[in-house]
């Protein structure tokens, strides 16, 4: 079994071809973004010269995203990035964005353990199994491609409780997602 704490060694060849060294076979810049999407740190180096280009395919790989039309970074972000290069602050920016997407990770983790681990008294309110299907496909949508989410959980019908604590716990759930729509669109 391939040791996973080690990142991936890719080898490009003179050709451009990327060579999974693990698995001594040729992949695709598509297959790279698959092992970063499953949680899986890459190395690619250029194997004549040793030099890293790791970052230069990460930067293809969102350069290509970005071109489909699955758009993450919206134009002011990346003219703020542009801007970054060419002021003082390209010192600050790159620990500014590790700390946001470490930031972003850790909200994650803690949503989805209250959404798993949480009895909901909200079940047995008739029509909440379809909303919180709904919730699932739009956290899978939002956060299906980063490490550490699962997509689904335990079902959570198991507690009835008054309808005023219903209520409670109604605007309690609307005011998190308010909570995380804003978040969400700060990033």
């Known amino acids: ?15 451009r071809r990327l060579y999974n060294t693990e698995t001594s076979d040729y992949v695709t810049l598509e297959d790279v ?10 190395q690619i180096v250029d194997l004549k010269s040793g030099d890293d280009l790791t970052r230069q395919y990460l930067l293809q790989i969102v350069a290509e995203h970005e071109s489909k039309g699955e758009s993450v970074l919206p134009v002011h972000v990346l003219t ?8 003082g602050m390209q ?17 994650q983790t803690k949503m ?11 079940a047995a309110m008739p029509g909440f199994d379809a909303l919180r299907k709904q919730q699932e496909a739009f956290l899978k949508t939002v956060l299906g491609g980063m490490p550490g989410w699962s ?15 219903k209520e409670e716990e109604l605007a309690a759930i609307k005011k998190q997602l308010a909570d995380l729509q804003n978040k969400l669109s700060k990033l």
């Open 112 to 122: 989805m353990e209250n959404l798993t681990t949480i009895p909901n008294p909200l």
């Open 33 to 42: 973004a698959g092992f970063i999407r499953a949680g899986r740190e890459v």
């Open 1 to 15: 079994m391939a040791d996973t704490e080690k990142p991936l060694l890719i080898k490009r060849y003179a050709s």
């Open 151 to 165: 997509g689904s959980g335990p079902g959570r019908e198991d507690a009835a409780t008054p309808a005023a604590s």
């Open 80 to 87: 703020d990035l542009v801007r970054s290069y060419t002021t």
């Open 91 to 107: 010192s600050v920016v790159p620990q500014f964005l590790a700390a946001s997407f470490e930031m972003l990770r850790d909200s």
